[in-house]
């Protein structure tokens, strides 16, 4: 590891580059225009195919701590050495103890040797740890906060809060010295958790609109009624089961077989095989292209060809959901009309009728009949874009929402370039 200014703060994240964590990296680089000194400290290696333009500008040095310890034993057992000469060591330890009585696993062994090599190697060349994620990178930047003797704080997002359990969100809360989030659900939750509610900030992600400019082209006035000009629906994220893609094609299987439409899917995850048998034993699959995990400049020029976009998000089984997805916001910053739920943050973004539709999680039926509205109604799908983009520039850009996180790191206030 290279000598560091004092000044820098380490922010600790899951994997870096990720391709489904852009609202990070553009955050990364938002405060690094605001002159703060930043050290990546990831817990993971990346595995995407490719990086987004944003990561390519961020300059913030990067350093891997051994995702699992076994792979870098040398490198582990020198940090537990010297870790014992660090002036936190003592409650580190008991509180790494008090935890491992909670949640005796290997994950919970791991997080504390990743942060005894963080500690150990970070000493003296950086002055605050911030988590990306309330979950484990939360668990590693509380334990070497404790043994560096510096401050911590954490940005929560979505699966991180609802997945953890109460007694560590408490301990968390009120070890950090403050907490942000993303939606005002999120905020509300975690401010009934902690002993000072006033650690708990909200800021929403907002959206860097110089990377996504207003699009000057026409939209088409596909109406789904000739079959050489289908309309195309458009859907960005993961194949995960809180994404809701079961639900949404079932929606498309219920449309009127008289309409013509394709659908494109764009990204990458765990269910992505049985949405794709799924698609096939509804038969939707000649009406469907899976294009997998794309850079952002692809994925830009989708939502100008699209003509909809679709996210179904609901909560999930075991608790997981969305906070505020960004897709969301990319969509409609190019005046593509949208469909979406009514959970977490996304009915704070959008006014049902006025910035897009949304229908109840997992009703399929309406799915379908908003969708058939959509398809069908050219004229409804240009408003709808209109008022969203106009919505999205004006409340929720990036520049404006990263001033309340700057503020907490000391940073002045700039205006937006």
């Not at 987004?52 to 701590?65: G, M, Q």
């Not at 699992?68 to 103890?97: F, M, T």
């Not at 110089?210 to 109406?223: I, K, L, N």
Request: proline content about 5%; hydrophobic content about 45%.
């Amino acid at each position: 590891m290279s000598i560091m200014s004092p000044d820098r703060v380490a922010f600790v994240v899951k994997g870096y580059p990720r391709l489904s964590e852009t609202f990070i990296a553009q955050e990364i680089h938002a405060l690094e225009r605001r002159g703060l000194e930043i050290l990546i400290v990831s817990l993971r290696r990346p595995t995407d195919p490719a990086i987004h333009p944003v990561h390519a500008e961020i300059r913030s040095e990067v350093v891997y701590l051994p995702e699992y310890l076994h792979e870098q034993p040398r490198r582990v057992v020198r940090a537990a050495i010297r870790a014992r000469r660090l002036p936190g060591y003592a409650d580190a330890r008991k509180a790494w103890l008090h935890d491992l009585r909670r949640d005796a696993s290997r994950n919970r062994a791991r997080r504390f040797g990743q942060a005894l090599v963080l500690a150990s190697e970070l000493q003296g060349k950086v002055r605050h740890l911030h988590a990306h994620f309330f979950h484990t990178p939360a668990s590693v930047a509380r334990y070497a906060s404790i043994l560096l003797k510096i401050p911590w704080s954490c940005s929560a997002h979505a699966k991180d809060i609802w997945l953890t359990p109460e007694w560590e969100k408490r301990q968390k809360l009120a070890a950090c010295a403050w907490l942000t989030t993303c939606t005002r659900g999120n905020a509300t939750h975690l401010r009934a958790l902690a002993a000072d509610p006033s650690v708990v900030k909200l800021n929403y992600h907002g959206l860097d609109v110089h990377r996504f400019p207003p699009f000057a082209g026409e939209r088409q006035s596909r109406d789904g009624g000739d079959a050489n000009r289908p309309v195309v629906i458009l859907s960005v994220g993961r194949a995960v089961a809180k994404k809701g893609y079961d639900d949404l094609l079932r929606a498309l299987h219920r449309l009127a077989p008289t309409l013509h439409w394709e659908f494109r899917h764009i990204g990458d995850g765990e269910d992505l095989g049985a949405l794709q048998q799924l698609a096939e034993r509804l038969q939707l699959a000649s009406r469907i292209r899976w294009l997998g995990a794309l850079p952002q400049q692809e994925i830009l020029q989708w939502y100008r060809r699209a003509d909809v976009f679709a996210l179904a998000c609901r909560i999930s089984a075991d608790g997981d959901r969305d906070g505020l997805p960004n897709v969301l916001l990319e969509a409609m910053s190019q005046r593509l009309a949208v469909l979406s739920t009514r959970i977490s943050g996304i009915p704070e973004l959008i006014e049902h009728g006025v910035h897009g539709l949304t229908v109840a999680q997992r009703d399929v039926a309406g799915l379908a009949a908003e969708l058939q509205c959509l398809i069908t109604d050219p004229g409804l799908r240009a408003r709808l874009g209109e008022t969203g983009a106009t919505r999205v520039r004006t409340q929720f850009a990036l520049e404006t929402h990263i001033d309340g996180i700057a503020a907490q790191f000391g940073l002045e206030q700039v205006s937006a370039a």
